[in-house]
């Protein structure tokens, strides 16, 4: 029996490396977010759970993973930023931070129960994928619990995974599902309007440019951190008298809409299908931010989700008229404003790439940029994986198309 009940569990994890939770999971690992997805992907699709529990105790490492179709009709299982944890787990570890009556080795055995719960709970999802006829599997990694296993690097991943005894072929992922990083901006340090300096509309749900100056001004404080060049755009577009439109209607949507696929050409990104994005739309989770001309014309959007603490952008779109103003920067101030309102304590920014001109973009606001490491490719039949992506990409080739693989 170990010698760790469920109260000093919660000590330990709260002093691993000085490394607390401080996010919840990420969204999609959310009960929300797969109810909505099962909904919305189709029959092609399915999302499994899985769980386990860390040895001699009820705090649980927990996974959704997702099904998708590959080429030549096989399927691979998607698995993002594994693994998740349970209320449970995420409770005990941010209520007690007493670490007094630790020692080395009541660290060492939690990092050794988490490596154990960790390595058993992926060994289980092997062990069905075999079983399901699965291809392969790709995972990106949670980088709470990377931190806390001491884990930083797809290297360290990779030589993890085998000294756990992970013996399948496991190469790091010349492909990408989702961003593995994201800026993420702390509200708890921003400070809401009083009701009396008024941001919305009486009898509406759009915000005032007047209560949106008000509400920059009483923190000037905290955005001093941000980039100067970042203060000085979104003061400009503060300046530039925008209609600012949260109401969730058909006409917002329909503007949102056209944005995003004007957007998606000028920039050469693909997006979902509309019917995907209206079912989103039409959830109680999701957000939506429209910045409007003074003919009533919409001319920026942004699209996002509430899943537990956060407000997680997720689309946004731009007309030349917007880009000119710099209305992408008001729409980022008008969705920190939403946040506080409904009381969330972290605003994600969404896919962050240091490299790419939307990363150096975000880079301007100094929000903590969480890295999650892979995505890896765990193959379980891998001569058929192989063999798939050597006549994907000769097709691709003989038919002038971009060559990568999955």
Same mark, same amino acid.
């Given at each position: !029996? &170990?010698?760790?009940? =469920?109260?000093?569990?919660? *000590?330990?994890?709260?002093?691993? !490396? *000085?490394?607390?939770?401080?996010?919840? =999971?990420?969204?999609?690992? &959310?009960?929300?977010?797969?109810?909505?997805?099962?909904?919305? %992907?189709?029959?092609? *699709?399915?999302?499994?759970?899985?769980?386990?529990?860390?040895? #001699?105790?009820?705090?649980?490492?927990?996974?959704?993973?997702?099904?998708?179709?590959?080429?030549?009709?096989?399927?691979?299982?998607?698995?993002?930023?594994?693994?998740?944890?349970?209320?449970?787990?995420?409770?005990?570890?941010? =209520?007690?931070?007493?670490?007094? $009556?630790?020692? #080395?080795?009541? %660290?060492?055995?939690?990092?050794? +129960?988490?490596?154990?719960?960790?390595? $058993?709970?992926?060994?289980?999802?092997?062990?069905?994928?075999? &079983?399901?006829?699965?291809?392969?599997?790709?995972?990106?990694? #949670?980088?709470?619990?990377?931190?806390?296993?001491?884990?930083?690097?797809?290297?360290?991943?990779?030589?993890?995974?085998?000294?756990?005894?992970?013996?399948?072929?496991?190469?790091?992922?010349?492909?990408?599902?989702?961003?593995?990083?994201? !800026?993420?901006?702390?509200?708890?340090?921003?400070?809401?309007?009083?009701?009396?300096?008024?941001?919305? +509309?009486?009898?509406?749900?759009?915000?005032?440019?007047?209560?949106?100056?008000?509400?920059?001004? =009483? $923190?000037?404080?905290?955005?001093?951190?941000?980039?100067?060049?970042?203060?000085?755009? @979104?003061?400009?577009?503060?300046?530039?008298?925008? +209609?600012?439109?949260?109401?969730? @209607?058909?006409? $917002?949507?329909?503007?949102?809409?056209?944005?995003?696929?004007d957007t998606s050409i000028r920039q050469n990104f693909a997006v979902q299908p509309k019917n995907y994005l209206q079912s989103l739309f039409d959830k109680d989770f999701s957000r939506i931010i429209v910045l409007k001309d003074q003919q009533g014309e919409a001319q920026a959007a942004w699209f996002g989700i509430v899943t537990e603490n956060t407000l997680t952008n997720l689309y946004a779109g731009n007309s030349q008229a917007s880009l000119k103003d710099n209305g992408q920067y008001l729409m980022h101030l008008a969705a920190i404003k939403l946040g506080l309102d409904e009381k969330l304590k972290f605003y994600d920014m969404g896919g962050y790439n240091p490299k790419l001109s939307f990363g150096k973009f975000k880079d301007g606001y100094k929000g903590e940029v969480r890295s999650f490491l892979g995505p890896i490719d765990i193959l379980?039949?891998?001569?058929?994986?192989?063999?798939?992506?050597?006549?994907?990409?000769?097709?691709?080739?003989?038919?002038?198309?971009?060559?990568?693989?999955?």
């Amino acid at each position: !029996m &170990s010698i760790l009940t =469920k109260p000093l569990l919660a *000590h330990c994890l709260s002093s691993i !490396m *000085h490394y607390s939770l401080k996010y919840p =999971k990420y969204f999609f690992q &959310s009960q929300t977010w797969v109810n909505f997805a099962v909904q919305a %992907l189709g029959s092609k *699709h399915e999302i499994l759970k899985f769980t386990q529990s860390l040895p #001699d105790s009820n705090l649980d490492l927990e996974v959704f993973v997702y099904q998708y179709p590959w080429h030549l009709k096989q399927n691979l299982w998607y698995i993002p930023r594994f693994p998740g944890f349970d209320i449970d787990f995420t409770t005990a570890y941010n =209520k007690i931070s007493d670490s007094n $009556n630790l020692n #080395d080795s009541l %660290l060492v055995e939690l990092q050794n +129960q988490l490596k154990t719960a960790f390595t $058993n709970l992926l060994k289980k999802i092997l062990k069905q994928a075999k &079983s399901t006829g699965i291809t392969f599997l790709k995972l990106d990694f #949670d980088d709470q619990i990377c931190n806390i296993l001491g884990i930083t690097s797809n290297q360290e991943l990779l030589t993890f995974l085998k000294k756990q005894g992970v013996k399948l072929p496991v190469e790091i992922s010349k492909k990408i599902i989702q961003y593995t990083g994201t !800026m993420t901006l702390d509200l708890e340090l921003v400070e809401n309007v009083a009701p009396e300096n008024q941001t919305k +509309q009486i009898g509406s749900l759009d915000f005032l440019t007047e209560g949106l100056k008000n509400f920059y001004e =009483k $923190n000037s404080k905290y955005f001093l951190s941000w980039e100067k060049n970042t203060r000085r755009l @979104t003061k400009h577009a503060l300046d530039r008298n925008w +209609q600012v439109s949260i109401s969730k @209607t058909k006409e $917002n949507f329909e503007g949102f809409y056209g944005l995003l696929k004007d957007t998606s050409i000028r920039q050469n990104f693909a997006v979902q299908p509309k019917n995907y994005l209206q079912s989103l739309f039409d959830k109680d989770f999701s957000r939506i931010i429209v910045l409007k001309d003074q003919q009533g014309e919409a001319q920026a959007a942004w699209f996002g989700i509430v899943t537990e603490n956060t407000l997680t952008n997720l689309y946004a779109g731009n007309s030349q008229a917007s880009l000119k103003d710099n209305g992408q920067y008001l729409m980022h101030l008008a969705a920190i404003k939403l946040g506080l309102d409904e009381k969330l304590k972290f605003y994600d920014m969404g896919g962050y790439n240091p490299k790419l001109s939307f990363g150096k973009f975000k880079d301007g606001y100094k929000g903590e940029v969480r890295s999650f490491l892979g995505p890896i490719d765990i193959l379980i039949k891998p001569n058929r994986f192989k063999l798939s992506n050597f006549i994907v990409r000769l097709a691709k080739t003989i038919l002038g198309k971009k060559d990568y693989e999955y």
